[in-house]
């Protein structure tokens, strides 16, 4: 059985920080391109960051281009959100997804996704 577990969500005050966890198990860690979608009140899902596996290449949305980094520890097979900077904007469920080899825009193509980690920025 596929698990994708998030962790590390919760309050903080604007311009803080917070460090998502994703650990991930019953797949190949390798074969998968682990990734984030977020989904804030009222609104749809949309792609975050993706760490793909066709490049070993970070891919992010330009909304949070120099705010977010990704990052993946191979050996522990979790992949990892470094959020600075954050704006109540960005108080969403963030989601931890994995999708074969390529990175995804798409939700309906996402292969797993976690339960969901929720982040709070207060003004």
């Known amino acids: 059985e596929v698990q994708l577990v998030e962790s590390g969500g919760g309050l903080v005050q604007a311009g803080g920080s917070l460090r998502l966890s994703c650990a991930t198990s019953g797949l190949t860690f390798d074969d998968y391109a682990i990734g984030w979608f977020r989904q804030a009140p009222g609104k749809g899902r949309v792609v975050v960051s993706c760490?793909?596996?066709?490049?070993?290449?970070?891919n992010y949305a330009d909304s949070v281009k120099g705010r977010f980094t990704i990052s993946s520890d191979d050996m522990k097979n979790t992949v990892y959100l470094q959020m600075k900077n954050l704006e109540p904007e960005y108080t969403a469920v963030y989601y931890c997804?994995?999708?074969?080899?390529?990175?995804?825009?798409?939700?309906?193509?996402?292969?797993?996704w976690g339960q969901g980690t929720q982040v709070t920025v207060a003004s």
């Open positions: 760490f793909s596996r066709s490049d070993g290449t970070p």
């Open positions: 997804v994995a999708h074969a080899v390529f990175c995804t825009t798409a939700q309906r193509a996402v292969d797993y």
